[in-house]
């Protein structure tokens, strides 16, 4: 079940909504660190599978990544005195009902898997 879901970029169905994967990318990308490890660790064949050092030294990496990728703000000198900023991503927040119709002629944009 879990590798199947981990196959079909499905891991929203595995992971506690509580812990804000929706909502969060910094979250998200964690859990899919995370759900990449354990891929590795629920193959078959042993040669497959990380030994449990490399486990270990992945999930200090990962434990050591949070906090660390916060996005970049870009200021865009607002008028009038208003601060204004914009975010810059590497991949775009999840849809939703608001967002669902939105559209972008950017052309630079790449789409990345969830």
């Known amino acids: 079940m ?10 929203h169905e595995l992971v506690d909504p509580s812990l804000g994967f929706e909502k969060d990318l910094e979250v998200r990308r964690k859990m ?6 354990a891929f590795r660790c ?5 040669e497959m599978r990380p030994t449990m050092d490399e486990v ?3 999930l200090r990496g990962i434990k050591e990544q949070i906090g660390q ?4 703000v870009v200021d865009i000198g607002g008028y009038g005195g208003d601060d204004a900023g914009l975010l810059r991503l590497s ?11 939105w559209t972008s002629s950017s052309e630079d944009m790449e789409a990345v898997p969830f």
Do not use: C, F, W, Y
């Not at 899919?32 to 490890?37: F, G, Q, R, Y």
């Not at 629920?42 to 042993?46: A, D, G, N, P, S």
């Not at 990728?69 to 970049?72: K, Q, V």
């Not at 991949?91 to 939703?96: F, L």
């Open 2 to 11: 879990a590798v199947g879901k981990i196959q079909s970029n499905a891991l």
């Open 69 to 72: 990728s916060s996005p970049d």
């Open 42 to 46: 629920l193959q078959h064949e042993r």
């Open 32 to 37: 899919m660190s995370v759900a990449e490890l």
């Open 91 to 101: 991949v775009p927040p999840p849809i939703t009902p608001e967002t669902d119709t």
């Open 56 to 58: 270990l030294k992945i």
